[in-house]
């Protein structure tokens, strides 16, 4: 189980990339956590390149882009590949 955070200050591209990870989570169906992050003092310690930027488990994997949930489900299960190599 992963937790996906979406970083941005309120604008529409956020809510809609927030709308597309949940949307992704939902399809996988494993019980992944999604949460917004407007903070700005929270999302510096991030250090993304460009907002919106997302994150998962805490490592940011897209910045300044509006990511599918398709592309999010990938970048999802590329995630969990990772942890079962570990």
């Known amino acids: ?18 709308k ?19 903070d700005i003092v929270r999302i510096l310690d991030f250090s993304p390149s460009a907002l919106p930027a ?6 940011v994997v897209t ?3 509006l990511s599918t949930s398709k592309q999010i489900q990938e970048l999802l299960q590329a995630h969990l590949s990772k942890e079962n190599e570990i």
């Open 1 to 18: 189980m992963a937790t996906i955070q979406i970083l941005g200050t309120g604008c529409s591209k956020c809510t809609h990339l927030f």
């Open 20 to 38: 597309n990870a949940e949307d992704a989570v939902q399809t996988l169906g494993r019980g992944d956590r999604v949460e917004k992050i407007e």
């Open 63 to 65: 910045s300044g882009m």
């Open 54 to 59: 997302m994150a998962i488990d805490g490592k």
